[in-house]
T-cell receptor
Framework: DSGVTQTPKHLITATGQRVTLRCSPRSGDLSVYWYQQSLDQGLQFLIQYYNGEERAKGNILERFSAQQFPDLHSELNLSSLELGDSALYFC????????????FGPGTRLTVL | DAKTTQPPSMDCAEGRAANLPCNHSTISGNEYVYWYRQIHSQGPQYIIHGLKNNETNEMASLIITEDRKSSTLILPHATLRDTAVYYCIVRADDSWGKLQFGAGTQVVVTP
C-alpha cells in the first residue's frame, strides 16, 4: 500500500460525458501527478501540481483539466469523453518535485462506451 | 531526459537472481537512474534509484557502470510475485514532473 488513494476504482460512462477522478496523496506529500495508461500508448504523464499550483504539463488534452485543493487532494476532470479516453488513470504523489520519489495509487479504470 | 533501452522480455527461475539490463548511453551528468515495476494493471511501484554509485535496498540492487551508460537491476532471489513489467527511467535532478516510462521489460518468474 503506497498511501495514495484514488476513487473510484472503476468508472463506466458514455461518449460525450464528463467525469471526475479523485486522488488523495500520501500524508505530507505536496506534489500530485496524473498519468494515463492506455493499451497503445503506455504510461503517459499528464500533469503535476505542487502545493496547489500547476508545476509541469505533459500531453494533456484540452478536454482534460486538473486542480489541487488546499487540503492537497487533487481531481482530474475529463470532459466530452471519447472512446479513446478509455484507460487506466494513475495518480502519484511525492514530498516535493524534482528528485523526490513518486508513489503511485492503485488507479482508476475508465471505460467509455 | 535521456532515453533508455531495455529488452522487451525475460524469464527467470524462482529462487534465482534476475538481472535486468538497461542502456542509457546519452545520460547526462545530472541524470539519475530510476527503476519502477508494475504488476499487472496495478500502480507502478518504486524499486530503487542511483546516480553513479551502486545502490542496494530491501528489494533490489542497482549496478551502474563507471561510464554511466548502462545499468543492471538485480533481484537477488526472484519469487513468483516479482512477475511484472520493470521500467528503467532516467531523470534529471532539475526536472520537475514527469517520469518518462518506456515499454519496459516483462519479467516472468517461473516455478
Amino acid at each position: 500500500d503506497s498511501g495514495v488513494t484514488q476513487t473510484p476504482k472503476h468508472l463506466i460512462t458514455a461518449t460525450g460525458q464528463r467525469v471526475t477522478l479523485r486522488c488523495s496523496p500520501r500524508s505530507g506529500d505536496l506534489s500530485v501527478y496524473w498519468y494515463q495508461q492506455s493499451l497503445d500508448q503506455g504510461l503517459q504523464f499528464l500533469i503535476q501540481y505542487y502545493n496547489g499550483e500547476e508545476r509541469a504539463k505533459g500531453n494533456i488534452l484540452e478536454r482534460f483539466s486538473a486542480q489541487q485543493f488546499p487540503d492537497l487532494h487533487s481531481e482530474l476532470n475529463l470532459s466530452s469523453l471519447e472512446l479513446g479516453d478509455s484507460a487506466l488513470y494513475f495518480c502519484a504523489s511525492s514530498q516535493g518535485g524534482s528528485l523526490h520519489t513518486q508513489y503511485f495509487g492503485p488507479g482508476t479504470r475508465l471505460t467509455v462506451l | 531526459d535521456a532515453k533508455t533501452t531495455q529488452p522487451p522480455s525475460m524469464d527467470c527461475a524462482e529462487g534465482r537472481a534476475a538481472n535486468l539490463p538497461c542502456n542509457h548511453s546519452t545520460i547526462s551528468g545530472n541524470e539519475y537512474v530510476y527503476w519502477y515495476r508494475q504488476i499487472h494493471s496495478q500502480g507502478p511501484q518504486y524499486i530503487i534509484h542511483g546516480l553513479k554509485n551502486n545502490e542496494t535496498n530491501e528489494m533490489a540492487s542497482l549496478i551502474i557502470t563507471e561510464d554511466r551508460k548502462s545499468s543492471t537491476l538485480i533481484l537477488p532471489h526472484a519469487t513468483l510475485r516479482d512477475t511484472a513489467v520493470y521500467y528503467c527511467i532516467v531523470r534529471a535532478d532539475d526536472s520537475w514532473g514527469k517520469l518518462q516510462f518506456g515499454a519496459g521489460t516483462q519479467v516472468v518468474v517461473t516455478p
